[in-house]
């Protein structure tokens, strides 16, 4: 059975900082590229991140040089390193794996990170 789960969210002061974890099992992980993906209240779920199996990392450009993922291919774990949080970081955050030889996409169900004073 797969499994992807976050952890880590919760409130934080702007300009704060967070870690997100999404621990996994379930897949061969080193082979999946893995992603953070987050949607707002009322908005559409978007990218945040990307960090592929080659370790080679993307990122929206919202969250350049703020925000940076990493992955641990021995605890099978990828994390989001978020630092300078503002307002409008506010979201739903979701780990999402993913892998196109055979196609698969996995998600965790997400973990709230709130931006508030």
């Known amino acids: 059975q797969v499994q992807l789960v976050e952890s880590g969210g919760g409130l934080v002061q702007p300009g704060g900082s967070l870690t997100l974890s999404c621990t996994t099992s379930g897949i061969d992980f080193r082979s999946y590229d893995m992603g953070w993906y987050r949607q707002a209240p009322g908005k559409q779920r978007e990218l945040v991140a990307v960090i592929d199996s080659g370790f080679t990392t993307t990122y929206a450009d919202s969250v350049k040089g703020r925000f940076a993922a990493s992955r641990d291919n021995v605890k099978n774990t990828v994390y989001l390193q978020m630092n300078s949080l503002k307002p409008e970081d506010t979201a739903v955050y979701y780990c999402?794996?993913?892998?196109?030889?055979?196609?698969?996409?996995?998600w965790g169900k997400g973990t709230l990170v709130t931006v508030s004073s």
């Open positions: 999402n794996a993913r892998r196109a030889i055979p196609n698969r996409t996995y």
